[in-house]
Nanobody
Framework: EVQLVESGGASVQPGETLRLSCVPS????????VSWVRQAPGKGLEWVSG????????YYADSTVGRFTISIDNAKSTVYLQISDLKSEDTALYYC??????????????????????????WGRGTQVTVSS
């Protein structure tokens, strides 16, 4: 049974940087696709970024290119999401989720469109990021 544990969330001021971590237990990621998905208060799920561990291919949403960086430590089988220059609109519960393939349409590493909960096989409990002055 695959379990995902996120960490790194915190309450910070605008402009700060955070690095979130997603650690699997039970089984490694293998050739599955790993995503970061966030949900702001009163809003639906928003796909943020993704990575395919075997080759390290990185994917971003139009709105996350630049300030967001996804990476993986293969030795630790851990996926990270660094968010720089945090803004109030980044406030959300950030989830790590695993799917068998790309959960949305992507072109050249840039992805867009809606996602469905059912597209993912496993979800973590989430880590809260709160940006406030």
């Amino acid at each position: 049974e695959v379990q995902l544990v996120e960490s790194g969330g915190a309450s910070v001021q605008p402009g700060e940087t955070l690095r979130l971590s997603c650690v699997p237990s039970g089984f490694p990621f293998g050739n599955k696709f790993v995503s970061w998905v966030r949900q702001a208060p009163g809003k639906g799920l928003e796909w943020v970024s993704g990575i395919h561990p075997p080759g390290g291919m990185q994917y971003y949403a139009d709105s996350t290119v630049g300030r967001f960086t996804i990476s993986i430590d293969n030795a630790k089988s851990t996926v990270y999401l660094q968010i720089s220059d945090l803004k109030s609109e980044d406030t959300a519960l950030y989830y790590c989720a695993v799917s068998r393939r790309l959960p949305l349409y992507c072109d050249g590493g840039i992805c867009r469109g809606e996602i469905q909960r059912s597209s993912f096989d496993f979800w973590g409990r989430g880590t809260q990021v709160t940006v406030s002055s």
